[in-house]
Each structure stands twice: as C-alpha cells, then as structure tokens.
C-alpha cells in the first residue's frame, strides 16, 4: 500500500483521504530565493502559511523579496559555492526559525549555448559548482533538521536531465547529477521520516531561460528542435505552484509541464531513437558546426 501511495503521488494523481503536508506554520528554505522560481515559489508558499527563509547572492534581490512579502520571511546573503557560506546561512535560518521542515534546493544557472568541445573549462566547472554541488552544499547542512521535523528536502533538476543536449552538455550533466542525488536522498532519509522529491521543468519563462534562448539565435534554433508540444514555456509562476503542491504531497518526482510526462517515462526507449535521430540530422549536425565557428570567432 505504502509504494502504491507514493506512486500515485509521484504522478501527481490524488491520494485517498485527502492527505497533505500542510506547509502553514512552517518553515520552507528556499535558495536562488531572490528571483524566478525561487521567488515565485516564495510568494506562493507565503500565500499558503509558511515562514519562508529565502537565501540568495543578491542582498538587493532579497531586500525586495521581504519587502514583498512582508511577514514570516526570513533572508541570508550565500553563495552556494561556498561550502562554508552557505552552511552558516542554512544554520543561521534553522536558529533564527527555530528549525527547518522543508528545504529547496533552488539556485542554478543555464550558460549559453556551448560544445564540450568549445566551453571554457572554468564554465564548465561553474555550472557543476553552482547547479550540483550548489545543491549538496544547501542540503547537507539542513539534514538534521529535517530529520527532527521528519520534513521533507527537494532538489530541482530539469527535463534536460534526459533529454538530448547538443550544445547544452554542461547544463545536462548538471541536472542529470542533481536527479541522482535526489534519489539518494529519498532512499538514504526514509528510514527517518524525511521524504526527498525531484523537480523537472521543461522551459521556464524566466530572465534566464531569455538570456539563454531568446537572446541567441542559435539557441532559438537549437530550442526549435524540440516537438512543437515540448516548447510550450510555463511561467515562474506555474512552475512554483506545482512544486508548492508536490511539496504538498512529499512528492518524490514532479514534472511540468504535463507535455514531457511520456519522455519522462519512456526515456529509456524514447532516447536511443532521439540520439540516433539527432546525431544523424543535418540540421543538428550545422548547428553544432555554427556554434563552434562562433566559438572561434570569438
């Protein structure tokens, strides 16, 4: 009974009896807090009762955050690359909070478009800083906490964790390490009461999903590539309502929108067709070789 309930809240489907992890009283830490998801996930969380302890770089950004928001809101100044940072502001919060229940695993960062092959190594390197060790930094230090409260921890990965990257590689491998570890820490917490969910967005509208494809032609192209169903974009606002309600039922897998859902399932059958597809498509292939010449250009 046990496993079916939780598949049915991994696929977003209603429990019997209504069941519910209410986050009114609570406390929700939420890191990149100052802006896209993290701050709409904030405003939605507040809106439903929770103390929200919001951690950012940008002090400006949280400033306006809990001017905002106004009550129940608590704010850090942290760089999740900073191991020791961002585990004095996670120990901070706790203190100030009198506990954490629930903590997201929010900050990341998209580069531009880029081969293996082109990318600066140092770039590479800041997308796995920020986008998976970001996350091990925020959550390691709130695991006691979580395991007092018997709460729940989420990370936010993306549909790129399975889906065909070209030109986006560092962003993929980033978000396919950060869907690992929240399937560690599913498995490694049960056993005290904490539950552990992984979040895939396809494109969020937000300033850095712009910069990223708007703002370059060749990812206008690459983004194009994708079936007409997989490029609708969701808001901030969207993506923060249906991780609040995942959150809701300790989801251990959320995904929006609702149109990646069979890739999610199948992608064990529908990537070995996509690969296949792509390494042999023309377009794809002088897209990759555009992208490169711009790398030498530059």
């Keep these: 009974m046990t496993v079916v309930l939780a598949t049915l809240r991994d696929l977003g489907l209603p429990l019997p009896g209504g069941r519910t992890y209410r986050v009114a009283g609570r406390t929700v830490l939420i890191t990149g807090g100052g802006a896209g998801i993290g701050r709409a ?5 507040h809106a439903r009762g929770a103390v929200v302890a919001l951690v950012d770089r940008d002090g400006a950004a949280l400033e306006a955050a809990a001017e905002e928001l106004g009550d129940r809101v608590l704010t850090a100044v942290a760089d999740v690359r900073d191991r020791d940072g961002i585990a004095s502001a996670v120990r901070g919060l706790a203190g100030r909070a009198g506990g954490l229940d629930v903590v997201v695993a929010n900050a990341g960062v998209t580069p531009p478009p880029a081969t293996l092959r082109q990318i600066e190594p140092g770039e590479f390197d800041r997308v796995l800083a920020v986008n998976v060790t970001g996350a091990f930094n925020t959550v390691r230090p709130a695991l006691d906490h979580l395991i007092a409260r018997r709460g729940h921890v989420v990370v936010v990965s993306s549909a790129a964790a399975f889906v065909p990257g070209p030109g986006g590689a560092a962003y993929m491998v980033s978000k396919a390490a950060v869907e690992q570890l929240g399937r560690a820490l599913r498995l490694e917490l049960a056993g005290h009461g904490v539950t552990a969910g992984v979040a895939y967005f396809g494109v969020v509208d937000t300033q850095l999903a712009r910069t990223t494809l708007d703002d370059d032609p060749i990812g206008q192209a690459l ?3 994708l079936p007409p169903p997989l490029r609708r974009r ?57 992208l490169e010449e711009r790398g030498k250009a530059g």
Excluded: S
């Excluded at 996930?41 to 969380?45: E, G, H, K, Q, S």
């Excluded at 069979?262 to 042999?280: E, F, I, K, M, T």
């Design 41 to 45: 996930l904030a405003r939605v969380l």
């Design 223 to 225: 983004e194009k590539r």
């Design 234 to 290: 969701i808001t901030a606002v969207e993506a923060a309502t249906v991780l609040a309600d995942a959150i809701a039922r300790r989801a251990g897998r959320t995904l929006a929108p609702a149109a990646w859902q069979p890739w999610a399932l199948l992608r064990g059958v529908v990537n070995v067709a996509a690969d296949a597809y792509l390494a042999a498509d023309r377009r794809t292939q002088a897209l990759i070789r555009e």
